[in-house]
Every structure is written in C-alpha cells, then in structure tokens.
C-alpha cells in the first residue's frame, strides 16, 4: 500500500493503488457497515445547531459525550468532528446528521452488534441530553432553510458548488441519511462482477430500504424521497454508471471516471483549499489553479475519491449506496443482503446470470422509477416484490453455505427477515409510515419522531 504522502507521477500508480484492495484469501474478507441519523431536541422536534443555543445542548456536546465514553476526539479547527475508537468512527454531515463508521468485521453477527452497541450509547447520551436519534431517508419536517450548519470547511466548499450542477444537492448534503455497506474483493474479474451485480441490484435495495415519503410535514410523492434527491445532485459524480456494464471494465478504467469528475477541495496542514470544478488531471501535471506547480499525493486522490456518490462506488472495496437510513433491524438487514449475494461463490454466480437478463436500459428505468414505486416497480414484467423474492432466496442461500454462527448457534440468515416481510406483504417501511400517518397517528407526523426513534 503506498504512503499517504508519495507524490503521484503516472496514472499507472492510481490502478495500482486500487489493485492494492485485491484479496485473493475469502478468509481475510471483511464487511464494514455505516449508517446515518437525524438528531432532535425531543421537546420541539428541532435540529441540534453545532453549538446549542437557549441553553438547549448542540451537536459539539453529543460528540463531547461520546469522547466522554472511550471515543478519540478529532477536531478541524479547534471544533470536535469526530471521535476514533476500535477502528470505527462518529462523525458529522453536513446538516449535523450522525454517522457511525464501523469496523471492518468478519460476520454480520459482529457488524450488528457493533451497531446495536452504539445505539444503545447514544440513547443513554440522549437521556442525559433530551435528544432522540431518528433512522429515515429525509427528514420528515425540516425546511432546508433551517437546516443547521456544521463548522467543517469541506462542507463548506460543497454547499457554494452544489447549486451550481444541480437543484437538490443541498437538499442531499442537509436532510438526507443513509446506510451502506463495503465489501471486498478477490481480484480485478471479481471486482467487475461484483460492481455489475450490485449496481443494477441498487434500485431493489433502494424499493426494500425505501424509508422517506415526507417532507417538511406532508407525504411527498415519493417511498424514497432521498433517492430521487440524488438524480438531480450532481451528474458528474452521482448516477448509475453505464461504462461499468461495457467490456473494457476495470480499475484503469474506474480510475479514468475518476480523474475526469471535477474536484472540490486540496487540503494541506488541515486546511481547505477551493478546488471545486477544477480537474485532478490538470492537478497531475502542476496546473491546477487553485493550487499552482504543485502535484498531488495518494492523500489527495484518496481526498478525491471520496467526493464520488454514484450508486456503487470503488475505492479498495466496493461501497453499496442505495439505501435509505432506517430502523434498528434493517441496519443489520442491509450487509446481510449483500454479503449473502456477493460473499458466497455460487450465490454470486446465480445473482450475476440475473442480471445480465436485463439491459442498461431496464436497470436505468428500474432507477427512475424505485423512488416512487417502491416494490411495484417492474423490471421485463415482472414486479419488484417477485423480484426480490428471488433476490432474497439467493442471499439467504448464501448466508446459509458462509456458515458463520454466533455464539448461540445462528447463522446469518435471520438478518433477512425484515426484508422477507417487505418482499411478502409488498409493504416498504414508507408505506408503513403513510399507513401510521393516516392511521393511528390522525394526521400528526410529528408522532414519528416518538413513534420511530432509536
């Protein structure tokens, strides 16, 4: 693995760099979960601004609390924005959403223990503080005008270029959450494969996790409203990926996207430097503006790879990116779904013969229209809620032959059980929240935030 600070001469050391991610060994082979959430005041419902304000706690004081508990503090500026510990990390987005990071783990059993771990310290911080912490896709009441702002100048250079490629990114950046998972792979073919399975799988993910259908108080339209947020945030690095599905796929040819989705930032001595639409090609050979007869180093390209959103995205691990943030259960459910899928040699080979049935046009029409439909959407006749029925079968199938067991005896499969109960009612966590909106809560969407916190 090159050092952070080795100077990038050639192309050449970029596909080297993702060559490095190779595991040939299943057994070194790891999952690593992230998940997102809002936080609010549990009196009013309201965001914590970064600071607090009237004597009601902030989002500094979560992070202090945290740190308070065993978490490595980091800070940008003299403001905390992060905490370390055990190989995860709590971090902020840009609309004071909180992140956990996790540890690349063996078994899900692992990565959902993890998880409920760190749930289960942010209720007993949320007790101390009077704030809840809240799993949906989009926020169900905030206007983006108040929004809260968190002090990191990353974010910072990414507000004042959104609105200039498009019309919702703000709306991504401040009021949206989601869960992912990362994977490894063994080789350059099995990165292929693996990236073609999951990205025209991403708009099943998007219809099983669908878990956003308000905005500012009122149902929007949509099951995935975040979903749809990312169709019009950035053409040049969101989106679905046409060239993965043509020959010639590899890490030369990630690593030429790459280098040809403009920039946002340099960072040196924990400063920002502006870089927003220039390009790291112009960065290669010392003409970058923003920073002039300078060449970058592997920090910077690993800096750049990170301003990527597309579905799927390669760095030394494939990232799945098509969920929305949502309860307890199914932030277990989503690794299931994809280690069962992609972590078991046979179950690989049933879910790539599925789709490479379909065409870049039916996986593309299968992403326009999941956010809405959720699991009424149909792919060649057949309905999402057949579909993932299928789909689901073949991950159990493969959690199943992993054969990794708890300390009690269980495998992996029961993860999917959230997701077999969407995949037989054809009910989204979405329609569940509609069903409770025009139900049991009257009317009133702020029960959700009682009704659906951690």
């Given at each position: 693995?090159?050092?952070?600070?080795?100077?990038?001469?050639?192309?050449?050391?970029l596909v080297e760099?993702?060559?490095?991610g190779?595991?040939?060994?299943?057994d070194?082979?790891?999952?690593g979960?992230?998940?997102?959430?809002?936080?609010?005041?549990?009196k009013?419902n309201?965001?914590?601004?970064?600071?607090?304000?009237?004597?009601?706690?902030?989002?500094?004081?979560?992070?202090?609390?945290?740190?308070k508990?065993?978490?490595?503090?980091?800070?940008?500026?003299?403001?905390?924005i992060a905490?370390l510990?055990?190989?995860?990390?709590?971090?902020l987005e840009p609309?004071?959403?909180?992140?956990?990071?996790?540890?690349?783990l063996?078994t899900?059993?692992?990565?959902?223990?993890?998880?409920?771990?760190?749930?289960?310290?942010?209720?007993?911080?949320?007790?101390?503080?009077?704030?809840?912490?809240?799993?949906l896709?989009?926020?169900?009441?905030?206007r983006?005008?108040?929004?809260p702002?968190?002090p990191?100048?990353?974010?910072?250079?990414m507000?004042n270029?959104m609105?200039?490629?498009?019309?919702?990114g703000?709306d991504m950046?401040?009021?949206?959450c989601?869960?992912?998972?990362n994977?490894?792979?063994?080789?350059?073919?099995?990165?292929?494969?693996?990236f073609?399975i999951?990205l025209?799988?991403?708009?099943?993910?998007?219809?099983?996790?669908?878990?956003?259908?308000?905005?500012?108080?009122?149902?929007?339209?949509?099951?995935?409203l975040?979903s749809h947020?990312?169709?019009?945030?950035?053409?040049?690095?969101c989106g679905?990926?046409?060239?993965?599905?043509?020959?010639?796929?590899?890490?030369?040819?990630?690593v030429?996207?790459?280098?040809?989705?403009?920039?946002y930032?340099v960072?040196?001595?924990g400063?920002?430097?502006n870089?927003?639409?220039?390009?790291?090609?112009?960065f290669?050979?010392?003409?970058?503006?923003?920073?002039?007869?300078?060449?970058?180093?592997?920090?910077?390209?690993k800096?750049?790879?990170?301003?990527?959103?597309?579905?799927v995205?390669?760095?030394?691990?494939?990232?799945?990116?098509?969920?929305?943030?949502g309860?307890?259960?199914?932030?277990?459910?989503?690794?299931?779904?994809?280690?069962?899928?992609?972590y078991?040699?046979?179950?690989?080979?049933?879910?790539?013969a599925l789709?490479q049935?379909w065409s870049l046009?039916d996986?593309?029409?299968?992403?326009?229209?999941?956010?809405?439909?959720?699991?009424?959407?149909?792919?060649?006749?057949r309905?999402f809620q057949?579909?993932a029925?299928?789909v689901?079968?073949?991950?159990?199938?493969?959690?199943?032959?992993?054969?990794?067991l708890?300390?009690?005896?269980?495998?992996?499969?029961?993860?999917?059980n959230?997701?077999?109960e969407?995949?037989?009612t054809?009910?989204?966590?979405?329609?569940r929240?509609?069903?409770?909106l025009?139900?049991?809560?009257?009317?009133d969407v702020?029960?959700?935030?009682?009704?659906?916190?951690?």
């Amino acid at each position: 693995m090159p050092s952070d600070n080795q100077v990038i001469a050639s192309k050449a050391q970029l596909v080297e760099f993702l060559e490095t991610g190779s595991k040939p060994d299943r057994d070194s082979w790891r999952i690593g979960s992230e998940h997102e959430k809002f936080i609010f005041h549990r009196k009013n419902n309201g965001p914590l601004s970064y600071l607090g304000e009237d004597g009601k706690p902030g989002i500094r004081d979560v992070l202090q609390a945290f740190a308070k508990r065993g978490w490595e503090p980091v800070e940008e500026n003299g403001n905390i924005i992060a905490g370390l510990k055990d190989g995860a990390s709590v971090t902020l987005e840009p609309g004071g959403q909180f992140e956990l990071s996790g540890a690349p783990l063996e078994t899900i059993h692992q990565t959902c223990n993890e998880t409920t771990s760190h749930l289960r310290m942010a209720k007993e911080i949320g007790e101390e503080l009077d704030i809840g912490f809240l799993g949906l896709g989009f926020h169900p009441t905030l206007r983006r005008e108040d929004a809260p702002i968190m002090p990191k100048a990353r974010y910072d250079i990414m507000r004042n270029y959104m609105p200039t490629v498009g019309t919702l990114g703000l709306d991504m950046m401040l009021r949206t959450c989601t869960v992912q998972v990362n994977l490894d792979f063994a080789s350059e073919q099995d990165m292929v494969e693996k990236f073609r399975i999951s990205l025209a799988l991403q708009p099943l993910a998007t219809a099983l996790f669908a878990n956003s259908p308000l905005k500012e108080g009122r149902p929007n339209g949509m099951r995935s409203l975040r979903s749809h947020v990312w169709t019009d945030t950035d053409p040049d690095r969101c989106g679905m990926l046409p060239f993965v599905f043509e020959d010639g796929m590899g890490f030369e040819r990630w690593v030429d996207h790459v280098l040809d989705v403009p920039m946002y930032f340099v960072r040196r001595d924990g400063k920002y430097i502006n870089a927003a639409g220039q390009s790291f090609r112009d960065f290669m050979k010392g003409e970058l503006p923003a920073y002039p007869d300078e060449l970058p180093t592997m920090e910077d390209w690993k800096d750049h790879m990170t301003t990527l959103f597309p579905e799927v995205r390669l760095k030394t691990f494939l990232e799945m990116r098509g969920a929305d943030g949502g309860p307890w259960s199914r932030l277990c459910a989503l690794p299931a779904l994809w280690v069962g899928l992609l972590y078991d040699q046979e179950a690989q080979a049933e879910a790539l013969a599925l789709t490479q049935e379909w065409s870049l046009e039916d996986i593309t029409t299968m992403r326009d229209n999941a956010p809405k439909m959720g699991l009424a959407t149909e792919v060649k006749g057949r309905s999402f809620q057949e579909l993932a029925k299928q789909v689901l079968g073949i991950a159990d199938q493969g959690l199943k032959k992993r054969a990794r067991l708890s300390t009690s005896g269980e495998t992996e499969q029961g993860f999917l059980n959230d997701l077999w109960e969407s995949a037989e009612t054809g009910q989204t966590p979405a329609d569940r929240i509609l069903a409770d909106l025009n139900g049991r809560w009257g009317g009133d969407v702020t029960k959700i935030f009682s009704d659906y916190s951690y």
